[in-house]
Structures are given as structure tokens and as C-alpha cells.
């Protein structure tokens, strides 16, 4: 069944509690769950408001702020957990943000599933709940070292 084009996801309770409960910044976050995470500097607003233009609708706040700390993260073998601003793209309904062991897996906001956060294949379009929100996804998903 064809799927509506991407819909920012909406802002769930438990997200919104945790942007407040954070007192740390979104680097500091990453940095305690995969110590050897290579981060870069933060993205400008203006390239934030024109990636969320570009893909034609709002990032996730979650996404937004991290992006502004850290325009991507990246594992110590490489991987792109969450893709640099400019690789942002949305494909099938979907904000894909980042890989996700390698293959046809990516990680990406669906916003019709009640995780939010889905492992998708291309290749099957098979989606895979992994996370309500981006904090749940960094604190809770890479911790198991299944992303």
C-alpha cells in the first residue's frame, strides 16, 4: 500500500519530557553511549531551516537540535548513525537520518509508526521499530550495539 509522503513526527509525550530532563547537550549524550563516536561541529540554523525546506517539511526537534551540536555522528568503523544534514533525505514516506549496519538498512522517522523510529530496508520495505524518539534510539539502541 503506497504510503503518504513524509509527515513531520509529531512530538511524542515521552519526547518532549525528555528534551526537558536533558540538561546536557545532545553531544554530551552521544559521547556517554559511544564514547569513540567521532562528532563534527554543529550545523547553522540557516542550514538547518533549509534542509527542512529542501525536504519539505519541519525536522523532528530531537533531529534539529542534535544537528545543530553536531552536524552527524559516526561510529569508530565508520558507520553514519545519523547522516550529516545534507544527506538527509526523504524516501517512501520516511526521514531517513542514518545508516544502520551496513547494507540495505537505514534508520529513519516514520511518522505513522508508533515507534517513530524504524530500521527500514530498501529492498523489502520491511520497517522495524527500534525507538519512540532520537534520545531513546542513542540511549537505548546503541547501547546494545544493534544499530
Given at each position: 500500500m503506497?504510503?503518504?509522503?513524509?509527515?513531520p513526527a509529531?512530538?511524542?509525550?515521552?519526547?518532549?519530557?525528555?528534551?526537558?530532563?536533558?540538561a546536557?547537550?545532545?553531544r554530551?549524550v552521544?559521547?556517554a553511549?559511544?564514547?569513540s563516536?567521532?562528532?563534527?561541529d554543529?550545523?547553522p540554523?540557516?542550514?538547518?531551516?533549509?534542509a527542512?525546506?529542501r525536504?519539505?517539511?519541519?525536522?523532528?526537534e530531537?533531529?534539529?537540535a542534535?544537528?545543530?551540536?553536531?552536524?552527524?555522528?559516526?561510529?569508530?568503523?565508520g558507520?553514519d548513525l545519523?547522516?550529516p544534514?545534507?544527506r538527509?533525505?526523504?524516501?517512501?514516506?520516511l526521514?531517513?537520518f542514518?545508516d544502520s549496519?551496513g547494507?540495505?538498512?537505514?534508520?529513519?522517522?516514520d511518522?505513522l509508526s508508533?515507534?517513530h523510529?524504524v530500521?527500514?530496508?530498501r529492498d523489502?520495505d520491511?520497517?522495524?521499530?527500534v525507538?519512540?524518539?532520537l534520545?531513546?534510539?542513542?540511549t537505548?539502541?546503541?547501547?546494545?550495539d544493534?544499530?
Amino acid at each position: 500500500m503506497p504510503r503518504a509522503g513524509f509527515r513531520p513526527a509529531h512530538q511524542t509525550p515521552g519526547s518532549r519530557k525528555m528534551s526537558r530532563m536533558l540538561a546536557v547537550s545532545w553531544r554530551d549524550v552521544v559521547l556517554a553511549v559511544l564514547p569513540s563516536a567521532q562528532l563534527t561541529d554543529g550545523a547553522p540554523s540557516e542550514a538547518v531551516a533549509a534542509a527542512s525546506e529542501r525536504l519539505g517539511a519541519a525536522l523532528p526537534e530531537d533531529l534539529a537540535a542534535l544537528l545543530a551540536e553536531t552536524d552527524g555522528v559516526r561510529s569508530p568503523d565508520g558507520q553514519d548513525l545519523v547522516w550529516p544534514l545534507a544527506r538527509l533525505v526523504v524516501a517512501d514516506g520516511l526521514l531517513v537520518f542514518g545508516d544502520s549496519g551496513g547494507g540495505s538498512d537505514r534508520v529513519a522517522y516514520d511518522a505513522l509508526s508508533p515507534a517513530h523510529i524504524v530500521v527500514w530496508n530498501r529492498d523489502t520495505d520491511e520497517r522495524r521499530p527500534v525507538a519512540v524518539d532520537l534520545a531513546d534510539y542513542l540511549t537505548r539502541v546503541l547501547v546494545e550495539d544493534d544499530y
